[in-house]
Each structure stands twice: as structure tokens, then as C-alpha cells.
């Protein structure tokens, strides 16, 4: 048998739309669309048998992984380290402002640069594959899910995919989408990217 792991970004907030970087412990929670988002994702889900729920402790991704625990009856834990980066001073900043101090870098660079009282991109990577391995380690043959951010799934695809850290560049996983993966002996296989035919 496999794991499955499926790995859902959390369901739509006004930061979002308005395209500002949530800050770390952000209270904002989600909004209507949000909601309704992840209602769906999570009937969607009723269709997985044997499985149990992980959400970060970010209030947006806590409150998507209550409406699918909620909506599926299944048990649900939220873990430490699964959060999205953290950007210290940069947080509240538009993407765009925060490409004109990171454009200017070599990937390296970016790679371990560490903005104001935040964290580098490796430390992100490090966190994440470090709490997914943890996850999968307690829950052997059974369907994972894990409610999360963008930014994280974005992180964790290299060493998803087994690809180099600059093809993270690729994906900019929409909200209350599916990214799932069949883990057995070390491997992971892809199965879907970014899904988000539930929704329509």
C-alpha cells in the first residue's frame, strides 16, 4: 500500500485578493468565498477513505482544515511547522515590492537570504520537509491531507518532484487546491498539480 498525501491550500482571505503577503500568526481569517471554497474542497474529499487531517496553525489554514474535518467527520490535528514563510518586516508588502530586493539576487542568494526578522527560504524549506516527513512517518498507508499555504506547497515541490529549488518558480497554487502525491518506500509520485476541478 501507499500514503497518499494531499496537500490543500487554504481557502480564499481578503489579503489575498488585494495580492499582500500575510504576516506570521496572521488572525485574518478567511472570507466568504473562502468558506464556500472549502465546503466543496471538502466534499471533494469525503470521496478518500482511511484518512486524517493536519492544518498548519496559520487562523486561515486552521479555520479551511475545521470546515473539512467538520463536513467529513474525520480527526483533525494542527501541527507546528507547516506554516507559511515568514517574511519578519516584510509582511503586509505587495509581492511586486518585495521582487525588486529579491530580482537584483543570484538564486543562491535568495536561496539563504534572510529578510528583517523573518526567514530565509532554505530555513522555510528545511521546516517543511522536516514536519511533511514527520507526518508520513505517523501515518503509514493512510490518506494524509494537509492544509496549507501557497507558498509552502510552492517550496516543498522540488523536493516533491526530486527537481532542482529554482523549478519552485513554476507554481502558484490557487486556493482550496489539491496537490497530491502516493508515497511508498522514500518515493513520492505525483498525481495531481494544483487541482482545482472540485471547485467549478
Known amino acids: 500500500m501507499n500514503t497518499k498525501l494531499i496537500l490543500v491550500r487554504h481557502g480564499e482571505t481578503e489579503k489575498n485578493v488585494s495580492g499582500k ?6 488572525p485574518e ?3 466568504k468565498k473562502g ?5 466543496t ?4 474529499l469525503l470521496s478518500f477513505k482511511s484518512w486524517i487531517i493536519y492544518g498548519s496553525k496559520e487562523k486561515r489554514a486552521n479555520e479551511s482544515a475545521e470546515i473539512i474535518a467538520k463536513v467529513c467527520k474525520v480527526p483533525m490535528k494542527l501541527i507546528d511547522g507547516m506554516q507559511e514563510r515568514d517574511w519578519g518586516d516584510f509582511s503586509g508588502k505587495s509581492w511586486d515590492e518585495i521582487k525588486k530586493v529579491l530580482d537584483p539576487m543570484s538564486l543562491e542568494e535568495r536561496y539563504t537570504y534572510i529578510p528583517p526578522k523573518g526567514e530565509s527560504w532554505k530555513e522555510f524549506e528545511e521546516r517543511l520537509i522536516k514536519t ?3 507526518i ?3 501515518n503509514e498507508n493512510k490518506t494524509v491531507v494537509v492544509v496549507t499555504h501557497g507558498g509552502a ?7 516533491l518532484l526530486g527537481v532542482p529549488k529554482e523549478e519552485s518558480f513554476k507554481y502558484d497554487p490557487d486556493n482550496a487546491s489539491l496537490t497530491i502525491f502516493d508515497y511508498s518506500k522514500g518515493k513520492f509520485k505525483n498525481k495531481k498539480i494544483n487541482d482545482t476541478s472540485h471547485l467549478k
Open 132 to 134: 511533511v516527513n514527520h
Open 153 to 159: 506547497i510552492r517550496a516543498l515541490m522540488p523536493y
Open 21 to 26: 503577503l500575510h504576516s506570521s500568526s496572521d
Open 35 to 39: 468558506r464556500n471554497q472549502m465546503e
Open 29 to 31: 481569517v478567511l472570507n
Open 136 to 138: 508520513l512517518r505517523e
Open 41 to 44: 474542497t471538502a466534499k471533494y
